[in-house]
């Protein structure tokens, strides 16, 4: 196979509804409240602990659109089920963001990777968002600041979104059970193997299932866009490319054939084509690094209109910074570029 082939074609879920896969595999889209204006959930059919309903992988954002969706399927689409666990690919506001209330609900018990888990946990808390969110509080500010982010009315409103985490996650159940690398869960009785990938996240969970030739692929692998890979200003020297790209190439030991079912855009037929795109978009992205900071000292703002040519707001600026910060110490950690703070106090990367 040597391009990507969506088996659905334009067909697609509405919002409050519920749209087959195969056989006990629902495919469920909720709205979100950013340019990205969707995200895709999964149901499937399961026996967890003598209790007959569904396992849901991913909850959508904490706000009340997504909650009256929720209850429309709750209603009409779940053939009087249950969901009986509530499995999370990683801490990101639309993949846990209605975790507890979802929880609380049914009951059912929060399955995720511990890292995630724990960063979750720290981020709900408005103290916590305050020094670890790449979108928003006083951390950002000044890890962006460092970066060459020097319009100030633009780093006031970074300050002021200290709780945009915990606004979309306003709490994150108080226990989980934690799944790693490797791992084999049961889900209607299929075996669905845990892979986990670094980079987007720091402990990303895909489900893959050989039985069905089934990959859920959370945010690793989307067919259209590229995964946000960021450095935040809690780990500000990360190289979270470098762990993504490896990431990405550890996947190609699926099938190409397989059906990936992603989080943003529609499933997809063609694994192997779409890693070597995304690896091969990265590559650009770093050559273009490269050629920007032989002619000058770049920061990570003098980047953003090399790696970006579209007009950004501010959330999309923070994302843009944290992308190209992450570009830059990819290229630093590995010996092509050197980092000095200037006397603006501004880092700035230059070649060899």
Not at 43 to 53: Q, V
Not at 227 to 254: C, H, I, M, R
Not at 311 to 323: C, K, V, Y
Request: charged share 20%; proline share 6%; with cysteine.
């Amino acid at each position: 196979m040597k391009k990507i082939i969506y088996p659905f074609d334009d067909q697609m879920p509405k919002t409050g509804a519920t749209q087959d896969i195969h056989a006990g595999l629902k495919w469920v889209r909720m709205p979100l409240p950013f340019a990205l204006d969707h995200i895709n959930l999964w149901l499937i059919r399961d026996c967890f602990e003598g209790r007959d309903g569904w396992t849901l992988v991913d909850c959508g954002v904490s706000n009340q659109a997504t909650k009256e969706a929720w209850l429309n399927i709750f209603e009409a689409e779940l053939e009087n089920l249950p969901i009986v666990r509530i499995i999370v690919t990683h801490m990101h506001p639309d993949h846990i963001g209605l975790a507890s209330w979802l929880s609380e609900k049914w009951p059912a018990p929060l399955w995720m990777t511990m890292t995630d888990y724990v960063l979750a946990k720290w981020l709900s808390d408005p103290r916590g968002s305050e020094v670890g969110s790449v979108a928003g509080g006083g951390g950002a500010a000044d890890h962006f600041a460092r970066h060459g982010l020097a319009n100030e009315e633009d780093l006031i409103k970074i300050r002021a979104r200290a709780n945009y985490f915990s606004n979309m996650v306003p709490s994150v159940p108080p226990r989980f059970r934690r799944i790693m690398d490797q791992e084999l869960i049961q889900i209607g009785g299929q075996n669905w193997q845990v892979l986990v990938g670094y980079g987007h996240a720091p402990e990303h969970a895909c489900l893959w299932c050989d039985e069905t030739q089934t990959l859920i692929s959370g945010d690793m692998v989307l067919p259209r866009i590229s995964t946000n890979v960021s450095v935040f200003d809690t780990e500000p020297d990360a190289d979270p490319l470098g762990l993504y790209l490896d990431s990405l190439t550890s996947l190609k030991q699926l099938p190409e054939d397989a059906l990936v079912l992603p989080s943003h855009g529609k499933p997809f037929k063609g694994l192997h084509v779409r890693i070597e795109q995304l690896h091969d978009h990265h590559r650009d992205r770093l050559a273009d690094t490269l050629e920007a900071c032989k002619s000058s000292p770049q920061s990570a703002r003098d980047l953003v209109p090399v790696l970006f040519k579209r007009e950004l707001d501010l959330h999309q600026l923070t994302f843009a910074m944290g992308e190209a910060i992450a570009h830059l110490n990819h290229l630093w950690r590995g010996g092509y570029l050197l980092r000095e703070v200037c006397s603006d106090g501004v880092l700035r990367f230059s070649c060899r």
